[in-house]
């Protein structure tokens, strides 16, 4: 039980370094003390989870929730890597470390963890391609907040995208309302008025 406890502390040590590491997109977008990375997992186990209500494939909570809240768990090692970074280092390699960085936050963690990693960087599972879908409507949400607060230029978050372009057919509705949003320059108030 003791080797358990210790298995625990230690998974905790590596991953309370999520709520300090920025979400580097923003920085690079003008953005000052963006979301962490842990707030952005948050975040989308949430939408994952609202998704996974409307789908009409059978969907494992259990899963989907272990995939949301892990799925940025190699950036307690790596950092969120800026996209330029990711763009010298090529995706095979970048692929790489980011497998090798969640093995190594994971080690003691059951093997499904890993496995739910795996499954989302290759978007294998339903569970896996319903949090790639929430992990951008997140972000697209986000933007949308970041925009109207006037906290910088987000405006190449919805440049090129498709909401049409998404292998999760209830996930389409939602990102083609955040463009519309986009472009009428609506959001919502961060109050409950």
Not at 22 to 33: D, F, M, V
Not at 64 to 80: C, F, I, K, Q, R
Not at 123 to 142: C, F, G, N, W
Request: hydrophobic residues 40%; charged residues 30%; contains cysteine.
């Amino acid at each position: 039980m003791a080797d358990d406890v210790d298995s625990l502390l230690r998974l905790l040590s590596r991953t309370q370094r999520l709520e300090n590491f920025p979400r580097t997109g923003w920085l690079g977008a003008g953005i000052k003390q963006p979301e962490s990375v842990a707030a952005h997992s948050w975040e989308v186990a949430v939408v994952a989870l609202w998704l996974a209500e409307r789908s009409d494939e059978p969907i494992d909570r259990g899963t989907l929730l272990t995939t949301a809240l892990l799925h940025d768990v190699g950036e307690a090692m790596l950092t969120d890597l800026p996209k330029p970074v990711k763009m010298l280092l090529g995706d095979d390699e970048v692929a790489r470390a980011e497998s090798e960085a969640a093995a190594t936050v994971l080690e003691s963690a059951p093997e499904a963890w890993q496995e739910a990693v795996e499954a989302y960087k290759k978007r294998s599972t339903p569970e896996a391609r319903i949090v790639k879908a929430a992990d951008r409507i997140q972000m697209l949400a986000k933007a949308l907040q970041y925009d109207r607060q006037q906290r910088g230029d987000v405006a190449r978050f919805f440049e090129g995208r498709d909401p049409e372009d998404c292998d999760v057919d209830v996930a389409r509705p939602v990102l083609k309302r955040l463009h519309e949003m986009w472009e009428s320059g609506e959001w919502f108030p961060a109050d409950f008025d």
